[in-house]
């Protein structure tokens, strides 16, 4: 089971991204996927998970209103659509698969996803 995510750069203070996540070797319709984030000195932070029925969709205080997940079965791909980014977004942001709910997926740790993909470096600077 792998992820890989995709989509990060250098964007300036109020600017947009979209991250993507896309699946290989298994299907992501039954996952629910999560995005977290890390920056250098400071603790992983779970960001926005989207569950895998009904696509109902969960997110930290710190991105709400400014980040949106969606899901693309048919493409096997994850978004995180992020705007009027912030220079406290700079992160290298993963994304994670797992069989369970959102709200447990915000509390889990890397070894413990069924799959746990490599980063791609968000930075947010003028």
């Known amino acids: 089971l792998q992820l890989q995510a995709s989509g990060g750069g250098l964007v300036q203070p109020g600017g947009s991204l979209r991250l993507s996540c896309a699946a290989s070797g298994f299907t992501l319709d039954y996952y629910a996927i999560g995005w977290f984030r890390q920056a250098p000195g400071k603790e992983r932070e779970w960001v926005s998970c989207i569950s895998s029925s009904f696509a109902n969709t969960f997110y930290a205080d710190s991105v709400k209103g400014r980040f949106t997940i969606s899901r693309d079965n048919a493409k096997n791909t994850v978004y995180l659509q992020m705007n009027s980014l912030k220079p406290e977004d700079t992160a290298v942001y993963y994304c994670?698969?797992?069989?369970?709910?959102?709200?447990?997926?915000?509390?889990?740790?890397?070894?413990?996803?069924?799959?746990w993909g490599q980063g791609t470096q968000v930075t947010v600077s003028s």
């Open positions: 994670a698969a797992d069989l369970g709910s959102c709200p447990f997926i915000a509390t889990m740790t890397p070894p413990d996803f069924a799959s």
